[in-house]
C-alpha cells in the first residue's frame, strides 16, 4: 500500500455516513473496517519498512 492509498482511506473516512448497529448494513460495516482496522495495520507496516530500511542504510 503506497502512501497515496493510504491517503485515500484516510479521506475515505469522511464519506462514511454516521449510523447505529440497528441501520448498519454490510456495505458500512465493510467501509468501516477497512478504515478503522484496515488502514492502521497497512500503515504501520510501510512505517515500520522504512524505519528496518533506515538502520541498514544510514545516511
Known amino acids: 500500500m503506497s502512501a497515496a492509498d493510504l491517503g485515500r482511506v484516510a479521506s475515505s473516512r469522511e464519506s ?9 448494513d454490510e456495505d458500512l460495516l465493510g467501509r468501516v ?14 512505517i515500520a519498512s522504512r524505519m528496518r530500511n533506515s538502520r ?3 545516511s
Open 16 to 24: 462514511i455516513p454516521p449510523s447505529t448497529t440497528v441501520t448498519a
Open 56 to 58: 541498514s542504510n544510514p
Open 33 to 46: 473496517y477497512a478504515v478503522d482496522v484496515k488502514a492502521p495495520f497497512f500503515l504501520a507496516r510501510v
